[in-house]
């Protein structure tokens, strides 16, 4: 196997009793580091450090390098590879991050800076004693807003909070208001959110996720692949998607689609083109048979309730004898 390694000069957030909470890798870089690494860079965030005694942290410099391959054992490690992510050098599901939710501290994000969970009572009387106002707190959690750390070119974001850093999102991505980006998830192409990408999930070129729309962040059953969405694709207002779909797919608006959810392959023109070949009644299947697959319209019958999938395009859709039943 071949090694990928990164590297990066950052600046990290490091609390009195010497916990990181943070790290700033402004140009990480996909490759081996060089021996004199980049100098300019460190001169300019070597003037940066300093002592913050409101927040009880001070700011210092980190080199790190890294082995793709490999999950990340620090916390410089874990945000070395969420910069790498939100850079737009590696795509998501390419590298390794196991553990890397356990290696992030949970931290105090605020106006005035990361700050440790712990006594935070007493540093925000701090804060509003050296800031001479309060000083607002914009969540507590593991990851902070990826806009805070990386601006990706080419995209628009209509609430920060909701794009976590370690997104990928692609040149003409709009996420909007009410649109979510977990990291290690994102899109590929000039794709509209306006619903939950979760973490490991990713949109193809021209796809939009609706409102309120959601997407599941491990695969709910069927061959164990990650739920995705390929090009061109819709996720109606308030569906949901469990199993990977191809090109050119539609979830009506409402319609969440697990892999258990049982599904009629409704014939058009007479016939329904599957694997076995063609048939004039609707066979019952799985959705996780069609996992994968391109050209297919998923509904729900407004009479019978029951969850159709139908041909988009005039092409056939193709599914899996293996798990097809009556």
């Known amino acids: 196997m071949t090694t990928r390694s990164a590297w990066g000069l950052g600046l990290a957030t490091v609390t009195d009793d010497g916990n990181t909470l943070d790290v700033w890798y402004p140009r990480p870089v996909l490759g081996e580091a060089p021996d004199d690494g980049d100098a300019d860079l460190l001169a300019t965030l070597s003037s940066m450090e300093r002592r913050d005694p409101a927040r009880g942290v001070h700011t210092t410099v980190v080199r790190t390098s890294a082995d793709l391959d490999d999950a990340p054992q620090t916390v410089a ?17 390419t590298i390794n991050l196991d553990g890397l939710f356990s290696r992030l501290p949970n ?20 804060l509003q004693a050296s800031l001479g106002r ?25 609430d920060a909070a909701n794009v ?5 999102l692609s040149e003409g991505t709009t996420v909007m208001h009410g649109g979510f980006v977990n990291y290690n998830a994102g899109t590929l192409g000039r794709s509209m959110v306006e619903g939950n990408v979760a973490q490991g999930v990713v949109v193809g070129d021209g796809s939009d996720i609706g409102g309120g ?17 390929g090009e061109r694709c819709l996720l109606g207002a308030n ?50 048979a069609l996992a994968g697959a391109s050209n297919v319209l998923f509904r729900r019958n407004s009479q019978s ?22």
């Open 107 to 126: 931290v105090v994000w605020t106006s005035a800076g990361p700050c440790a969970v712990e006594n935070f009572e007493a540093t925000r009387i701090r």
């Open 305 to 326: 309730g029951a969850v159709e999938a139908l041909s988009r395009g005039g092409k056939g859709i193709e599914f899996d004898p293996q798990t097809a039943s009556r």
């Open 164 to 168: 976590r850093l370690g997104a990928y």
């Open 134 to 158: 309060p000083a607002q707190v914009l969540s507590v959690d593991k990851f902070p807003r990826m806009t805070d750390y990386v601006l990706p070119s080419g995209v628009r974001i209509g």
């Open 239 to 288: 569906s949901g998607l469990g199993i990977p779909l191809g090109n050119d797919c539609v979830v009506e608006a409402g319609l969440f689609v697990t892999a258990g959810t049982r599904v009629s392959l409704m014939p058009q023109g007479g016939v329904v083109p599957g694997s076995h070949g063609l048939f004039k009644e609707p066979r019952v299947v799985a959705a996780s």
């Open 213 to 229: 729309a959601s997407t599941m962040g491990l695969p709910s059953g069927g061959d164990g692949r990650r739920v995705a969405l």
């Open 77 to 93: 490690g874990a945000y070395l590879r969420l910069h790498m992510l939100s850079h737009r050098l590696v795509r998501p599901n």
